[in-house]
């Protein structure tokens, strides 16, 4: 075989199922790019449906903003977003969004469809169909309350050993996507979440929280109400002289379960990172919190929940398309700043016992 050494551009389409490949790389993150639309158009209720674990369809269902008739034909082309309009837009950015290539990249891995409707058109919508390219192809009149459901089919099917792949870990897919979707349920204050999977066995309910504002609620339907004895509060604020400190404005608010047998786990398999409301991975961190709670429970794993809040400005979600690994410039002071606030807990003086610190 003799190869043409010369050099040309790579088509368009070919381009965009390269890149799409990596921005949807599974069923988890199809299902967290839907949910994070769903979150960031301000939606109270979302319902996630799955059938067949999400072989047969996904479909995410909202009561937000809904989608404008205007932005209908280039919803799902790659980086048309309604987020940012320019680099320095990243800087403030609070929306999980902002890349535009989710629906661009759904579209190229699977068969989407969107109905949708706003303040304005309801209760009259639209149902949307687009091509694997991301255009649009038909639009037709539908009954529909305020927000938006976007259903995807066939999800891999153009992607045979992706495709492959998904069915042979199903199982290990899917409860990939409970905990991440636990993740968002922990922090989204004041939304109704919930995730359901229609399988032949029957329906499972995988996660579901009700709208509370307080997070050791929330927290509790996905770790468990019985786990409430258990969980401890802690907290980290700016302290006011610390002029470095302030100017990081780094708060620390985090749950997790005490260093006693009965409150720990065999896996670190319920450990929550966020950064600024986004669910993230945060190794360094991760690591640090484990060597402490071994330090009194060796053979355990804490439950947790930590959220820090940190001047945007110091930071960089842009790292990685799906956003979880951040840029943290200040990492050494925040990880200092939580190690002092879990000395607190962890320290026997300051009893883990004392029921006024669960909050
Ligand atoms: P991004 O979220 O980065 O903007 P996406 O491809 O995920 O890119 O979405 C493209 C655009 O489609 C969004 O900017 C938003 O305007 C619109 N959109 C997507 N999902 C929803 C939704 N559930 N409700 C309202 N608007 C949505
Ligand atoms: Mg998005």
């Known amino acids: 075989m003799t190869v043409d050494t010369g050099m040309h551009a790579i088509g368009k389409?070919?381009?965009r199922q390269l890149c799409a490949g990596q921005v949807i790389v599974d069923l988890a993150t199809s299902v967290k790019e839907l949910l994070e639309n769903s979150l960031d158009a301000a939606a109270t209720n979302v319902e996630i449906k799955l059938k067949d674990s999400g072989l047969a369809s996904i479909s995410v269902a909202d009561n937000g903003q809904g989608i404008d008739e205007a932005n209908f034909a280039t919803l799902c082309r790659k980086h048309w977003t309604s987020k940012i309009s320019s680099f320095?837009?990243?800087?403030?950015?609070?929306?999980?969004?902002?890349?535009?290539?989710?629906?661009?990249?759904?579209?190229?891995?699977?068969n989407v469809t969107i109905t949708t409707a706003t303040r304005e058109s309801a209760p009259m919508g639209v149902e949307l169909e687009f091509?694997?390219?991301?255009?649009?192809?038909?639009?037709?009149?539908?009954a529909r309350e305020r927000g938006t459901t976007v259903k995807l089919t066939g999800l891999f099917a153009k992607w045979p050993v992706r495709q492959q792949d998904l069915k042979k870990n199903i199982?290990?897919?899917?409860?990939?996507?409970?905990?991440?979707?636990?993740?968002?349920?922990?922090?989204?204050?004041?939304?109704?979440l919930s995730l359901t999977n229609q399988t032949r066995g029957g329906n499972t309910v995988s996660v579901r929280t009700m709208p509370q504002s307080d997070r050791l609620?929330?927290?509790?339907?996905?770790?468990?109400t019985q786990m409430r004895p258990h969980i401890v509060h802690f907290e980290h604020q700016p302290t006011a002289?610390?002029?470095?400190?302030?100017?990081?404005?780094?708060?620390?608010n985090g749950h997790i379960s005490k260093p006693i047998p009965e409150a720990g786990r065999s896996a670190s398999d319920r450990q929550f990172f966020?950064?600024?409301?986004?669910?993230?991975?945060?190794?360094?961190?991760?690591?640090?919190?484990n060597e402490m709670y071994r330090d009194h429970s060796p053979t355990r794993f804490p439950l947790y929940a930590?959220?820090?809040?940190?001047?945007?400005?110091?930071?960089?979600?842009?790292l990685t398309p799906d956003k979880r690994t951040i840029l943290i410039r200040h990492e050494p002071q925040l990880l200092a700043a939580l190690r002092q606030a879990l000395a607190l807990v962890f320290e026997p003086s300051e009893s883990v016992f004392n029921v006024s610190r669960v909050q």
Do not use: H, W
């Open 13 to 15: 389409d070919t381009v």
């Open 88 to 110: 320095e837009d990243l800087e403030g950015v609070e929306t999980f969004g902002f890349r535009g290539e989710a629906l661009s990249s759904l579209c190229a891995v699977a």
């Open 131 to 142: 091509d694997s390219n991301g255009e649009l192809v038909s639009q037709k009149p539908m």
């Open 171 to 192: 199982r290990r897919e899917y409860l990939r996507l409970v905990s991440l979707i636990e993740q968002y349920a922990v922090i989204s204050d004041g939304v109704r």
């Open 217 to 224: 609620a929330r927290l509790l339907t996905v770790f468990g």
């Open 241 to 252: 002289d610390s002029s470095e400190e302030s100017q990081l404005d780094l708060s620390i």
């Open 274 to 289: 966020f950064v600024n409301g986004r669910p993230c991975d945060f190794p360094k961190a991760k690591k640090l919190v």
């Open 306 to 318: 930590i959220a820090v809040t940190i001047n945007p400005r110091t930071i960089d979600v842009n």
